[in-house]
């Protein structure tokens, strides 16, 4: 698996619209047959910055997803709507998909 994870600070005049402008590009990508997840949150400490944790099963899967057209189609146009460049981590590991958490188990 391929395991992202993205920070995007946005201009502050677009943070209300961002969630709505990745919406096209964020379905698109779920679509995909290697994407595991697509999953986009904003940072509480810093509402102008959102946080993307996506995963696909290979690297074909991702070298897929960077040559599609909604993958194009959003890098044209998140340079006007970014205030910095993003942050992003990318590592390859065996695992496949979420885990559960040894150390939280829910009370009965």
Known sequence: MIFIA????????????????V?????ATRSEPGNL????SQDTADPDRYVLLEAFASPAAGEAHVASEHFKKA???????????????????????????AEVTPHP
């Open 6 to 21: 993205v920070r995007f600070t946005v201009r502050p005049q677009y943070r209300g619209q961002w969630l709505d402008r």
């Open 23 to 27: 919406a096209e590009f964020t379905a």
């Open 37 to 40: 997840f697509f999953d986009w």
């Open 75 to 101: 890098m044209a146009w998140m340079p006007d709507v970014v205030a910095t460049t993003p942050d992003i981590i990318n590592v390859r590991t065996d695992q496949q998909g979420w885990g559960a958490m």
